[in-house]
């Protein structure tokens, strides 16, 4: 039994010929074929499994991936969040939870104002119209209005935005 045993751990890890070459030697042509076949498939199954394994892995790693990604993501929102309550609570000098004209306008001309900005990634260079852009007609801007408002000023224009301004004017 070992030594049946032992020929055939030979034939699955790539040392198949002597035993394949004895048997149609000493017995028959016939085992050839049988030799063929079985390492064949024996041999794919093996593969199948390996690649098996290599795949599942990569999957797994591909999903945090994915995961890690929507976590930097979410971080950068919230950091940029902060950023924007911290901006909000220094130019909000009357700690009413409103930026009025006034206090805005104060705030103009402070280099640490347009330091903000570039931080928040707005042009500093249209800060009036900044303000009438987020306020909604009250004359004041309420920390959800700052919220909005910076959040769709933020970065380069998209396609949506563009198009809503085309429709706007052609009205």
């Not at 049988?34 to 990569?58: I, P, S």
């Not at 929102?77 to 004209?101: H, I, N």
């Not at 928040?120 to 009036?128: A, F, G, K, Q, T």
């Amino acid at each position: 039994f070992t030594r049946t045993f032992l020929t055939m751990f030979e034939v699955l890890f790539a040392n198949w010929a002597p035993a394949c070459r004895t048997l149609v030697d000493r017995v028959s042509e016939y085992y050839a074929i049988f030799f063929l076949v079985y390492r064949c498939l024996v041999g794919f199954a093996v593969l199948n499994v390996v690649n098996a394994v290599f795949v599942q892995q990569t999957m797994k790693v591909a999903q945090s991936d994915d995961e890690m990604a929507f976590q930097a993501k979410q971080k950068a929102q919230d950091m940029y969040t902060r950023k924007l309550r911290r901006v909000f609570q220094e130019l909000d000098t009357s700690q009413d939870g409103k930026l009025s004209w006034e206090e805005f306008n104060r705030m103009l001309s402070a280099p640490k104002m347009h330091f903000w900005m570039q931080q928040l990634e707005l042009d500093s260079e249209d800060l009036v119209s900044l303000f009438h852009m987020m306020d909604e007609g009250d004359g004041e801007i309420s920390l959800d209005e700052f919220f909005k408002g910076a959040n769709r000023l933020r970065g380069p224009a998209k396609n949506v935005d563009v198009a809503k301004l085309l429709a706007w004017t052609t009205k």
